[in-house]
């Protein structure tokens, strides 16, 4: 199969398009909805949004990944038994959300979570029922519609979500904003392939290979879910939720850092690799490596510009009951540097069928945070426990590079490099505004 660098170089100008117009929207929704809403109602939210992604993902089979990667998935059979296993799953996982929040409200001491959690849970019965265009069009690296897609339903959920909030300034306004999005979600994935029609069906085999698949998914998801989720469980034991809700904000302005190569490995690398998997090992590596290279520059230049300022821009657009996370963020954006190098590497991993070696990378992050955040915040309270979080990523990395090393396929020195630069670019750019009289992003731990 002949391999298109062309493809590959407008994949990542697309998805750096709608990247940057999805965050801007949800960064102007952020800030919007922190004018209008206390810190206490998005720490509530931190721990609805923490059940929700723990029940999807802990029964996970990788339904999108399973389009993206099985040559089959083109064909209606096939599409439409994932489509009604994505279905059926949406509406037992509302079911054991149901079930599961009783128990939370007594747990965390917080009644309301009984009559919350139900309902705003109805979000995962939309996302069941929601199509599967978006996988397909990733398959067929149609990102041009894909980044259309994306526009609208950003700009419409948030639209929403801040009217939502105004009107009804209490946890309920952020709880049907949730489900505004997700109807929003729903119904204009049907219009993305509208020549592509669904209907319940089951086909033995390719339900037989999707589970098959998807059992490697299912493991990384699992523990992927314990490594991102833990922090926000713990912390909602031991911290006010108010702080729980800073922190939830700064992880949100954090992952804006991050969340380019993310995007970029799932809606690029991943199926661009998953569709030339029959071509020479060095000969894709070859064409990977320009792309990854251009990519890791910027994202050296963006990270310690974002680490060295974003307090600055945290306490000019955050009111007074937020500006703990001016030096919440930078700890965690530097600590989302290895984030990115570990996401880009596990998707050229799953493109080459090799998806173990990510669910050991997440198992090990968790072993981290479950001996190290608790031992943080015990040691050095806050602080301490925002360190524990921020390095996590660094131990996922050495599976994932042995993972590559064993597919020939790895990037070692790039990443190295690219790290180095990024570390030397922060050092820099804070030397630089201590010099202009503006302090250190980290003068108010000390203060």
């Known amino acids: 199969m002949q391999i298109s660098h062309a493809t590959l170089t407008k994949g990542a100008a697309l998805t750096l398009v709608s990247f940057s117009v999805g965050n ?5 929704t952020s800030i919007i909805l922190a004018r209008l809403l206390a810190p206490e109602l998005f720490g509530i939210m931190v721990l609805v949004f923490t059940l929700r992604t723990g029940v999807e993902l802990l029964t996970d089979v990788g339904i999108g990944q399973n389009i993206i990667y099985n040559k089959n998935a083109e064909d209606p059979d096939f599409y439409n038994t994932a489509w009604t296993l994505r279905a059926i799953r949406g509406v037992l996982l509302w079911l054991l959300t149901c079930a599961a929040a009783l128990p939370m409200a007594h747990f965390y001491e917080k009644p ?8 705003a849970s109805l979000a995962i019965v939309l ?16 990102l041009a519609n894909l980044t259309l897609y994306d526009a609208i339903f950003s700009t419409v959920s948030a639209i929403g979500q801040i009217v939502l909030a105004y009107f009804i300034p209490t946890i309920w306004g952020l709880v049907y904003g949730l489900l505004f999005a997700g109807t929003v979600a729903l119904a204009w994935s049907y219009f993305v392939l509208p020549s592509v029609k669904y209907r319940f069906r089951l086909s033995k085999d390719y339900a037989r290979e999707i589970l098959h ?53 799932n809606s690029v690398i991943f199926p661009f690799i998953a569709r030339h998997s029959e071509v020479p090992r060095a000969e894709l590596r070859n064409e990977v490596t320009s792309i990854r290279h251009t990519l890791l520059l910027i994202a050296a230049l963006g990270f310690s510009v974002a680490a060295a300022f ?4 945290i306490h000019i657009v955050f009111d007074q009951r937020y500006h703990a996370a001016g030096w919440m963020a930078p700890l965690l954006i530097i600590g989302g540097w290895f984030s990115i190098l570990c996401s880009l590497n596990e998707s050229t991993l799953l493109g080459l069928g090799a998806p173990r070696y990510g669910a050991i990378a997440y198992s090990v992050k968790f072993l981290w945070l479950l001996v190290g955040l608790p031992l943080g915040i015990n040691k050095f309270g806050p602080v301490g426990g925002i360190i524990a979080i921020a390095v996590s990523d660094i131990f996922r990395y050495p599976a994932v590079f042995f993972g590559q090393i064993q597919q020939r396929f790895a990037f070692g020195w790039q990443d190295l490099f690219a790290t180095l630069l990024m570390l030397v670019l922060f050092a820099i ?13 980290f003068d108010s731990v000390f203060s």
């Open 310 to 313: 974003v307090d600055l821009a």
């Open 213 to 265: 698949f998807g059992k490697w998914i299912s493991l990384t998801s699992i523990v992927y879910f314990l490594s991102i989720s833990f922090d926000r469980f713990y912390l909602a034991g031991v911290v006010p939720l108010a702080l729980l809700g800073v922190y939830g904000i700064s992880r949100s302005i954090a992952d804006l850092t991050s969340g380019f190569a993310l995007q970029l490995s």
């Open 127 to 142: 996302t069941g029922f929601s199509s599967l265009n978006a996988f397909l069009l990733q398959k067929r690296l149609q």
């Open 429 to 441: 750019f804070v030397w630089l505004r201590w010099m202009l009289g503006l302090g250190t992003p």
């Open 112 to 119: 309301i979570l009984a009559t919350i959690i139900p309902v």
């Open 24 to 28: 801007l929207i949800r960064l102007a």
